[in-house]
């Protein structure tokens, strides 16, 4: 069955790097943290860690990837895409997602 909407979240590189780089990992619960907003509990703090595919030279090779699938992937689906500004809330972004496919 072919998609019926496909959604491509833009965001700058510079911010893409700035989320990603700071990414932390809780192993025990799984839960991801921002490094510049961690837990409040020291203990979970303390056992957060980073990813080592988020690295600056290995994210700059995910995103030129990106960019040359990019304008392949919005030509096939052009009909039923969907642009999202990814530099806003989880909320809002859910929203306007959630608006397009309800209508």
Request: aromatic letters at 4%.
């Amino acid at each position: 069955m072919p998609p019926s909407l496909v959604v491509i979240l833009e965001l700058s590189e510079s911010e893409v790097f700035e989320r990603l780089e700071n990414r932390k990992l809780d192993p025990v619960t799984g839960k991801t943290y921002d490094s510049n907003h961690t837990a409040d509990d020291p203990e979970i703090d303390a056992r957060l860690i980073g990813n080592p595919e988020d690295s600056h030279e290995i994210l700059q090779k995910r995103l030129n990837r990106w960019k040359q699938s990019s304008a392949m992937i919005e030509h096939s689906f052009r009909k039923i895409l969907l642009n999202v500004d990814a530099n806003q809330d989880a909320q809002n972004i859910t929203e306007i997602i959630s608006e397009v496919i309800e209508n």
